[in-house]
């Protein structure tokens, strides 16, 4: 089993920045790719970005430049940094990570309002 802590949500205005966090506990070593996901309200959950062991990556079109996903395999921590924020960018953002046998894990979400 593997447990995903999410942190660092929050209001902001469009235009600023916010990090999230997200650390990994369990049966970690099996862990591959780790990466976030967000929902609107009244829309499907999507890929924000995602990260394999070997620091690969790939992003959502729409964050593509804004935002910045790591990871820090020494603890077990992924993280987005994201910036130039949008109103649109408003979700609940996820936490995930794949291990063996494609077995998906997710965080309890954290909730990321982008208002003036």
């Known amino acids: 089993q593997v447990q995903l802590v999410e942190s660092g949500g929050g209001l902001v205005q469009p235009g600023g920045s916010l990090r999230l966090s997200c650390a990994a506990s369990?049966?970690?070593?099996?862990?591959?790719?780790m990466g976030w996901y967000r929902q609107a309200p009244g829309k499907q959950r999507e890929l924000v970005a995602r990260i394999t062991r070997g620091r690969s990556t790939n992003y959502a079109d729409s964050v593509k430049g804004r935002f910045t996903i790591s990871r820090d395999n020494a603890k077990n921590g992924v993280y987005l940094q994201m910036n130039s924020l949008k109103p649109e960018d408003t979700a609940v953002y996820y936490c995930?990570?794949?291990?063996?046998?494609?077995?998906?894990?997710w965080g309890q979400g954290t909730q990321v309002t982008v208002s003036s």
């Open positions: 995930n990570a794949v291990g063996l046998y494609a077995r998906e894990y």
């Open positions: 369990g049966t970690i070593f099996s862990i591959n790719t």
